[in-house]
C-alpha cells in the first residue's frame, strides 16, 4: 500500500508560480513512479506528467511542457510539482498518483494508489 497526500494549492493570479508537493509513505513507496493528474468541473481526468523513481526520467502533457516541472526527493519521500506562467485553463483539482513502473501512459486507470487531490485555481 502506498499512502499519497497532495498539497500547496490555492488561488493564484494569471502569470504567476505555484508549487505542489505529494508526500508519500509505504512499503517501497520510493520504488514507484508518479504521476500528477489534474481534473476541471465538468471534464475527464487530465494526466499532467509523470516521474520515475529515481527522478532521472520525466515525461509531459503538451499543455504544460516548457511552464511545469516534475521532480522528487525520496530522502524526503516527497514529489513536487512546479508549475510556472500560470493560465485560467490550469484551473482544477490535481490529484497525485503512484504506479509499480515508469510509464508514458496517459490514462489514469494505470496508477494503482491516488491521493485526495489539493485545488488550484487561476484568476484572471
Known amino acids: 500500500q502506498v499512502q499519497l497526500v497532495e498539497s500547496g494549492g490555492g488561488l493564484v493570479q494569471v502569470g504567476e508560480s505555484l508549487r505542489l508537493s505529494c508526500a508519500f509513505s509505504?512499503?517501497?513507496?520510493?520504488?514507484?513512479?508518479m504521476g500528477w493528474f489534474r481534473q476541471a468541473p465538468g471534464k475527464e481526468r487530465e494526466f499532467v506528467g509523470t516521474?520515475?523513481?529515481?527522478?532521472?526520467?520525466?515525461y509531459y502533457a503538451d499543455s504544460v511542457k516548457g511552464r511545469f516541472t516534475i521532480s522528487r526527493d525520496n530522502a524526503k519521500n516527497t514529489v513536487y510539482l512546479q508549475m510556472n506562467s500560470l493560465k485560467p485553463e490550469d484551473t482544477a483539482v490535481y490529484y497525485c498518483?503512484?504506479?509499480?513502473?515508469?510509464?508514458?501512459?496517459?490514462?489514469?486507470?494505470?496508477?494503482?494508489?491516488w491521493g485526495q487531490g489539493t485545488q488550484v485555481t487561476v484568476s484572471s
Open positions: 509505504g512499503r517501497f513507496a520510493s520504488n514507484y513512479a
Open positions: 498518483a503512484a504506479r509499480g513502473s515508469y510509464s508514458e501512459n496517459y490514462l489514469p486507470g494505470g496508477y494503482s494508489y
Open positions: 516521474i520515475n523513481w529515481s527522478g532521472g526520467v520525466t
